[in-house]
Nanobody, 114 residues
Framework: QVQVVESGGGLVQPGGSLRLSCVAP????????MGWYRQAPGKQRELVAS???????DYADSVKGRFTISRDDAKSEVYLRMNSLKPEDTAVYYC????????WGQGTEVTVSS
């Protein structure tokens, strides 16, 4: 019953930046493709960025060029740097493996508003 823990969300103005962090404990981390997901009010959870065990990233079109995902296998942590934030990025952000799953965490809320 290992759960991920996300942090780093908050309120930011349009055009601002945030850096999200997530720890996913356990030895599986180093072989897992890790992802950042988000769920906006009234919408389904969507995968916005992922990074494989070789640190090759992949992004949804909606965040490409603005978000950067990275990982630190020694710490079992994955990060999401979000630049040029838009109001439509407002959501609860979650991390988890894409294929190998941990129990979902509480997420971290990101609000982009002036």
């Amino acid at each position: 019953q290992v759960q991920v823990v996300e942090s780093g969300g908050g309120l930011v103005q349009p055009g601002g930046s945030l850096r999200l962090s997530c720890v996913a404990p356990g030895s599986r981390f180093s072989i897992a493709r890790m992802g950042w997901y988000r769920q906006a009010p009234g919408k389904q959870r969507e995968l916005v960025a992922s990074i494989d065990r070789s640190s090759i990233p992949d992004y949804a079109d909606s965040v490409k060029g603005r978000f950067t995902i990275s990982r630190d296998d020694a710490k079992s942590e994955v990060y999401l740097r979000m630049n040029s934030l838009k109001p439509e990025d407002t959501a609860v952000y979650y991390c988890n493996g894409v294929d190998i799953k941990w129990y979902w965490g509480q997420g971290t809320e990101v609000t982009v508003s002036s």
